[in-house]
């Protein structure tokens, strides 16, 4: 199944950090109220990946400007960065509580603004815009000829939005190899699955019709993912290489037995008993290898 020599002790490692994620995840969306726990948790693995291994980034130095640049298109899911943000030592989260969504010191907020978020490379709010945005980002390395990588995490519900079809033709077209899609397929968006909401299968072929190679996974496996990300050529800006999609099934809510494939559970609070509940429910389904 596994064609990379992955050290499977570094997966372990990358594993744990996500159980803890997951935790403290769930234990920040008690405190602040509110948020969008289906999509948060479908996307760990990756983001942890990304954050602790893969991206040449560093949590001291948040725009150094030979980062690797990762867009969170599917903005609503923010809490997943604030609190990795948070295990890395850039915030506590006693700080993010009292800063999240009041009027007078506001510095997060369900949708991440980078003005007040300096690790947040693009503000979120409407949909279908960060992918055309890492485009921008991606040319400007070719320009600029710099050798950082652009990572961007799409939802599949939000493959709805057009200007991702006009995003990826254009990413095919100047063949933009130093450009990374992430699609988030957990086949669940707000108002339900999303093969009944609007159809986006067969993604593969699309992506590559689009001009795009495609490694497709399952992005709640950490090995998958370590594989996947292991897996990308040189992230050279000059030479005109087919961009990269990753497409990436996972769970909505995974971790959580009674919030997996759930859309109810796309958006909202948690209340003190779910919460109990849903720690104890990820520590049950918390992966042993």
């Not at 030592?89 to 907020?109: I, R």
């Not at 990588?149 to 799409?154: A, E, H, S």
């Not at 699609?183 to 993604?203: E, S």
Request: glycine content about 10%; charged content about 25%; hydrophobic content about 40%.
């Amino acid at each position: 199944m596994y064609t990379y020599n992955i050290d499977i002790e570094m997966v372990k490692e990358l594993e744990a950090k996500c159980l803890k994620i997951r935790k403290d995840l769930l234990n920040f969306i008690y405190r602040i109220g509110m948020g969008h726990l289906g999509g948060e948790l479908s996307i760990v693995e990756v983001c942890v990946a990304l954050y602790y291994k893969y991206m040449n980034y560093d949590p001291k130095n948040p725009k150094w400007e030979e980062r690797d640049r990762l867009v969170l298109s599917k903005g609503h899911c923010s809490e997943t960065l604030y609190t990795i943000f948070s295990d890395m030592g850039m915030y506590t989260m006693d700080y993010m509580v009292e800063h999240f969504e009041c009027l007078d010191k506001a510095k997060f907020g369900m949708h991440s603004n980078r003005k007040y978020v300096p690790a947040i490379e693009v503000s979120a709010g409407s949909l279908g815009h960060g992918l055309t945005v890492a485009l921008g980002l991606a040319l400007g390395a070719r320009k600029q000829k710099k050798n950082w990588r652009t990572f961007v995490i799409v939802g599949d519900g939000e493959l709805d939005e057009g200007t991702n079809w006009e995003a990826l033709m254009a990413g095919g077209h100047h063949k933009l190899g130093n450009l990374v899609a992430i699609i988030d397929k957990n086949q669940v968006q707000m108002t339900g699955p999303t093969a009944t909401v609007m159809n986006i299968d067969p993604l593969d072929d699309k992506m590559r019709a689009f001009g795009w190679d495609v490694i497709e996974i399952d992005g709640n496996d950490m090995y998958a993912v370590c594989e996947a990300l292991q897996s990308l050529p040189p992230a050279d800006p000059v030479s005109r290489r087919r961009p990269v999609c990753i497409i990436s099934n996972t769970i909505k809510g995974k971790g959580v037995d009674f919030m997996e494939g759930n859309y109810k559970w796309h958006g909202g609070g948690i209340a003190k008993e779910q919460l109990e509940q849903a720690l104890a429910s990820v520590e049950k389904n918390r992966r042993i290898r």
